[in-house]
């Protein structure tokens, strides 16, 4: 396929590599090269196969509003912009386009959201919860999205709505963490990243299932599929 990768930071810099291993042909673009979105035109846009984002919030929105103008195929990694995710979705489907996001695209990670969901039901038998989360000192939003995922896993699962405590420290690339406890025990749960390697080839596995797809999807409910 033809990729398009958008943000050069360390996240995006790692889903370009691990484009090329799996035999793919990738341009990339940073911010300086598509300021304002100003390079996401139909025709600079119509070689690609699909679009991957990894830039950040107050850039995403514009940038899946181009590539659904020109129906092209978005993965999202980026987090922090979810309510404009209605609009971005009545776009997609108007357009005919394929939309795919995740608050993160590590397999790791998607199956420990599936684990949080049942240790859930923890909540209904007098245990209190916290969750935690470490990223490094230039992530631009807190609470993480992987955090509020978890937070609206617990909350479908029993009503209740638990804590996020964040922390930013030097170059920690993601934990989380979830406590549960009770006057008898105490229940911890933990994803901790070694590398952005998860993430990244979460994100390249999803473009190749999206490619040819319309409408949008969530990672967590579709990373089975991949």
Not at 50 to 77: H, L, M, Q, W, Y
Not at 146 to 154: D, E, L
Not at 186 to 212: P, Q, T
Request: with cysteine; glycine share 8%.
């Amino acid at each position: 396929m033809q990729l398009l990768i958008l943000g050069r930071g360390k996240t995006g810099s790692q889903v370009a590599d691990v484009a090329r291993e799996r035999r793919h042909h990738v341009q990339t673009l940073g911010a300086t090269e598509n300021a304002n979105c100003q390079a996401l035109t139909p025709d600079f846009l119509a070689p690609f196969s699909a679009v991957i984002d990894f830039t950040n919030p107050s850039a995403v929105v514009a940038n899946a509003e181009a590539c659904i103008r020109a129906r092209k195929c978005i993965v999202i990694g980026t987090t922090g912009w979810y309510d404009h995710l209605p609009r971005l979705r009545e776009q997609a489907q108007a357009a005919g386009s394929g939309l795919l996001y995740g608050s993160n695209f590590s397999i790791g990670v998607n199956l420990f959201f599936e684990i949080v969901q049942t240790a859930a039901a923890a909540m209904n038998f007098d245990y209190s919860g916290q969750i935690f989360e470490r990223h490094h000192v230039h992530k631009k939003d807190a609470p993480s999205g992987t955090a509020m995922t978890m937070q609206k896993v617990i909350r479908e699962a029993t009503t209740h709505e638990l804590e996020i405590v964040s922390f930013r420290e030097g170059d920690a690339v993601g934990m989380h963490e979830l406590v549960f406890n009770s006057p008898a025990d105490r229940i911890y749960l933990c994803h901790d990243a070694k590398s952005r390697r998860g993430f990244a080839e979460g994100a390249i596995r999803a473009a190749e299932w999206l490619v040819g797809k319309t409408g949008v999807y969530d990672f967590r409910k579709v990373w089975r599929e991949l």
